[in-house]
């Protein structure tokens, strides 16, 4: 499954670049909001949020980069997003977060900056319907992609398998067409598409953006049964 990053989308064409991606059967959009103080950049907010709602009925994936996550809930509820998810070091209890999600029906995830360990999950592990495994620093598109990091998926998929746990495995960050499989084949099942992959600006968005969709998945274990609209 993919999941296009609307940062690495042309703005001032947004909604017609939404479109020719809904028509090409992308499974999520993913969406990034900064707040200029947990990363030092802006990106998109939540007025933006609610007029990508408004022109396409393709499920989000909001990426939170911000301090104070909490602040957020009501608003991502108001805009009916699907998922969202914010990092452990923001304020505030990770549970207390994963609460207010439950509360108003969004499905719940954490985030995983390159210097976290997967080990600091284990308190909400059983709760998550999805992990944001990040490749890259939080806060900025076209960074590349570090290998090293690889690991962390074989041993969250690992951890899955062995405790029977429902959650999906997002990657964000430097994915491209070269490393897809290598990522796909280490237990992610969506799949960040950013600057080095549908969004390369390398021809035809449509015909990328499926090409892209039919790569990964043709490499996912897990998609049959993980859709996005469960
Ligand atoms: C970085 C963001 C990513 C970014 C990915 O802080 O979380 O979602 O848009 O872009 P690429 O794929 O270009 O690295
Ligand atoms: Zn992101």
Known sequence: MIAPTLACADWLNLQEEIHIMDRAGVDSYHIDIMDGHYVPNLCFNLDI???????????????????????????????????????LDSWGDPGEFLDALEDRGIRKGLALSPEDGVERLEPWLERLDYILVMFVKPGFSGQPFRPELLGKLTQLDTLRRSRGLPFLIEVDGGVSWENAGDIVKNGADLLVSGAFASLDRQGDLGERTAAFRALSASRCRHAAERGMNR
């Open 49 to 87: 949020l609610a007029a990508i709602r408004r022109v396409s009925a393709t499920p989000v994936d909001v990426h939170l980069m911000v301090t104070n996550p909490l602040d957020y809930v009501d608003r991502l509820a108001a805009c009916q997003v699907q998922l969202a998810c914010t990092h």
